[in-house]
């Protein structure tokens, strides 16, 4: 039956790809733009519902996501400050034990446990189950919310709040290392592992199988299937089409290339790149973020750095515009709630904490402690917001002392532009380093996102070769369109199924936080054993 479902819904999406893949017609970013910005507009007004607050609006998504991760800062006593060190060890493997004894299994239902260890090529560690290390597990995560909105949203969000929106972006960020300690803690815990070894987790995991376990079975399929039908949607869009056409764009751009054909050409090459990378599933994946995801942050946070020491002498002052701005009442875009909404939005919209996928990356570690991926996943934040998200705010604060490229309170049409003139303006020839940065920030996050969209897509259509292999392709031929063409009104409707994924992800959390609590305190117990040994 899921197979057949998986069979309509390809032959469903056929007239729609054969209209979207003769790039050279004209008109057709507004014909197929035409087509969605009703459905964009409807789903959009939804998710993207707000409330007025001081003359500012604000959208109840962010207000969910805030809170969320403001209740599990205080429900597990600020884990974003206890537990970074043990999360550095982690990640380390400060306490990989081979003779450590596996706990029981949550295997499918056809699935013999006694058969796991058959696979050595898929679990290399026979003491814990799992695909990726802890390592690679981080880097696929932040390979996926590491990406153009660390360059191009920061710019927009300074441009309309000013300065001071970067307190609050460093703040949420913060903040939002308790919501992602807490999702990918139970991703871990309520995976699946079939006979081969392969992993499937996330959210349509822990959200049907934990709210069954509080006897909320009903409600927990409900908002499984809700979560993964928003999940592949977000693939396609915001996961994959977006980032092929900014990165395109930047390219086609940076290199003065005037044929109509240059995106295609991209999107096929990047498409290629990325079809040879998720066919191998996520260990190629974890393999190849791995290596790409420090090398992208190295040379993009390098170069900021760089150009924050020639500007040195623009710190103090950089660090005044921040503190007074986010303080102050007569801030611009709105006052003092208006810079703290553009901060906290950005980082909400940038680490992705509290949208659930993550926890479908995480899922895959080789672990037997549940916990201990939550102690992983605190990093993300920290390394998305506070320290990349931070990196180009300064470069943009200290290029811009005298406001000679963006003027606060005016919203920036093109970010990347922007940043790119904060770079060129310091470094000549910096726009070249930018450009290689945005290319791989949009690789990776295409392939961790492929890699979401797969296991919810698997979730709804089961787990077999074909389904896995359909959906492939289907995200190889969307990253082709998405570079040759505008498509505005489908990046907002898909944007809008990423965020959708909130409500059903944050609700599960507050509900599952007791399991949490019980996986942080096993784990924590026998990182001080280890040490004891």
């Known amino acids: 039956m899921k197979t057949r479902i998986s069979f309509l819904l390809f032959n469903l999406l056929i007239p729609f790809i054969s209209f979207c893949q003769d790039t050279a017609e004209k008109g057709i970013d507004e014909r197929i733009n035409e087509v969605f910005e009703p459905i964009a507009a409807t789903v959009g007004g939804i998710v993207f519902y707000s409330i007025t607050v001081a003359g500012n609006t604000i959208p109840i998504v962010l207000i969910v996501l805030i809170g969320g991760a403001l209740f599990f800062t205080l429900y597990f006593k600020f884990p974003n400050i206890r537990y970074l060190k043990l999360a550095v060890k982690t990640v380390r493997g400060d306490f990989y034990d081979p003779n450590q004894p596996t706990e029981e299994l949550k295997v499918s239902d056809n699935t013999r446990a006694d058969i796991l260890d058959d696979n050595p090529d898929t679990i290399r560690d026979e003491s814990a189950q799992g695909e990726v290390t802890p390592f690679q597990a981080l880097t696929a995560a932040l390979s996926a919310t590491v990406g153009l909105g660390n360059i191009a949203g920061v710019a927009v969000a300074l441009s ?83 980032q092929a056409n900014q990165a395109a764009a930047q390219f086609i751009g940076t290199f003065g290339i005037q044929s109509s ?105 080789r672990t037997s402690h549940p916990a201990s991926e939550g102690m992983v996943a605190l990093l993300e934040p920290f390394i998305d917001t506070v320290v990349i998200c931070t990196m180009t705010a300064l470069v943009l604060i200290v ?33 070249y380093i930018l450009t290689i940065a945005v290319i791989l920030f949009a690789f990776s996050t295409m ?87």
Not at 285 to 304: C, N, R
Not at 358 to 364: G, N, P, T, Y
Request: net charge positive; hydrophobic share 50%.
């Open 399 to 431: 290029t811009n002392i005298d406001g000679g490229f963006m003027t606060y309170g005016v919203k920036a049409p093109d970010g990347v532009g922007v940043t790119s003139m904060a770079f060129e303006s310091t470094i000549g020839g910096s726009s």
């Open 160 to 242: 309309l709040g000013g300065p001071g929106a970067t307190f609050w972006m460093i703040l949420a960020g913060l903040l939002g290392m308790a919501t992602k300690f807490t999702e990918c803690t139970l991703g871990v815990k309520y995976r699946d592992i079939d006979a081969d070894g392969t992993v499937h987790g996330g959210p349509m995991y822990y959200l049907s199988k934990g709210l069954k376990e509080k006897g909320l079975g009903g409600l927990g399929k409900v908002f499984a299937v809700f979560f993964a039908i928003m999940c592949v949607g977000g693939s396609f869009g915001g996961g994959n089409m977006f």
């Open 261 to 365: 054909s240059a995106g295609f050409i991209f999107g096929v090459i990047v498409a290629f790149l990325v079809g040879i990378v998720i066919i191998g599933g996520i260990k190629r994946i974890g393999q190849v973020t791995e290596k790409v995801v420090p090398f992208m942050a190295v040379l993009y946070v390098g170069t900021a750095l760089i150009i924050i020491f020639i500007n040195l002498t623009s710190i103090p002052a950089a660090f005044g515009l921040i503190f007074s701005g986010a303080f102050s009442s007569t801030a611009i875009a709105g006052g003092f709630v208006g810079v703290l909404i553009q901060g906290f939005q950005r980082a909400a919209f940038s680490n992705e904490a509290g949208v659930g996928s993550a926890a479908i990356a995480h899922s895959a570690v």
């Open 447 to 533: 392939l961790s996102w492929s890699y979401y969209g797969l296991q919810a897509w698997k979730f709804l259509f089961g787990k077999s070769k074909v389904a896995d292999l359909t959906y492939k392709i289907l995200f190889c031929i969307f990253v082709v369109i998405g570079a040759s063409i505008s498509l505005g009104a489908v990046v907002d409707f898909s944007d809008a199924m990423i965020f959708a994924m909130v409500f059903p992800n944050i609700i599960g959390l507050l509900i599952l936080a007791p399991v949490v609590r019980e996986e942080v305190a096993k784990y924590v117990a026998y990182t001080q054993n280890y040490k004891s040994k």
